[in-house]
């Protein structure tokens, strides 16, 4: 149990790797708050958090509203006492060439990626100071936070915003032992990810056996997709290491496909 006791607020946590997050965190001893825009889709990954034994809470939050988030936090630490981790994990995709992309599109790519982190980290790290215990936030970056790829124009500008973002962080919470950090994923394969191999298909004129061998997995060591697991298992480690010393720092786990 490395995680006993510590509360950990999980934006986009009814799915993919906020979902697996979640359920790692809650075998692990921490009781976890699942915020997402439905209520019923966060609260099913409540009550499976709390059939395996878990503690879990959900709240519906749209990252994006600033409202929701300040009363999201709130009833997080109404129920659990404080919070000790966040993990700023909300996200979607929209890929378009960018000559072609709408701008509406643009601004609801940055609101969630970014606004969405601001908000939370703003919230989160209030109630962090307020108890005096520390605190670790994990924002979801991609390997998208450190290259770029066609057609990701927003998503690869908002990944590499997070980097900026965990460092002012990491400087400012230093001193109340609060550190940030960043999760670099490769591909894997959720609801996001299924969502574009068609898409990119279509854009690239190839099949979707291609999309996944030629653009997907091309450049990392073993053709394979990182997993959700993975995922997990990178941000317990963050969230229970011991001291300031980690921190600032963007953690890439992509089979190598981006090495640093
Ligand atoms: P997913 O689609 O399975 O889950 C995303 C979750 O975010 C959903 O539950 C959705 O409802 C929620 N969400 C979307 N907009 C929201 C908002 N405004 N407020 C609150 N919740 C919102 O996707 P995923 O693949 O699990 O992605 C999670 C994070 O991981 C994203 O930030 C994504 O960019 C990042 N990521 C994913 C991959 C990948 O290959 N899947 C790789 C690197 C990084």
């Known amino acids: ?3 006993t006791d510590k509360v950990a607020l999980i934006t986009g946590a009814a799915s993919g790797i906020g979902k697996e997050i979640a359920i790692e965190y809650a075998r692990q001893g921490a009781k976890v708050v699942i915020a997402d825009l439905v209520l019923e889709a966060a609260s099913a990954t409540a009550a499976a ?3 395996d034994g878990g503690q879990a809470m959900a709240v519906a ?3 994006t ?3 929701q988030v300040e009363q999201g936090v709130r009833d997080a630490v109404a129920h659990f006492g404080g919070i000790d981790v966040l993990i700023s994990n909300a996200g979607i995709q929209i890929i378009s060439p960018v000559v072609d992309y709408a701008f509406d599109q643009w601004k609801k790519m940055l609101a969630i990626h970014l606004d969405g982190a601001f908000l939370t980290t703003r919230a989160c790290m209030r109630e962090m100071i307020k108890a005096g215990k520390g605190g670790a936030i994990i924002y979801m970056g991609s390997v998208h936070s450190h290259e770029g790829s066609p057609f990701k124009s927003a998503y690869v500008a908002a990944k590499h915003g997070l980097l900026g973002l965990a460092k002012v962080v990491a400087k400012e919470g230093a001193k109340d032992r609060i550190r940030a950090n960043v999760i670099c994923p490769g591909f894997v394969r959720t609801p996001l990810v299924d969502k574009q191999i068609p898409e990119q298909a279509a854009q690239l004129h190839i099949s979707e056996d291609d ?3 030629k653009v997907m997995l091309k450049d990392t060591i073993d053709g394979e997709f990182t997993t959700t697991q993975d995922v ?3 941000a ?5 290491f011991p001291s300031t010393a980690l921190s600032g720092q963007s953690i890439v786990v992509s089979h190598g496909w981006y090495m640093q």
Request: avoid cysteine; charged fraction near 15%; proline fraction near 0%.
């Open 1 to 3: 149990m490395q995680l």
């Open 49 to 51: 958090i709390e059939a």
């Open 61 to 63: 939050m749209d990252v």
């Open 65 to 67: 509203n600033e409202a």
């Open 211 to 213: 999309v996944v061998k």
């Open 232 to 234: 997990a298992q990178t």
């Open 236 to 240: 317990i480690w963050l969230a229970q």
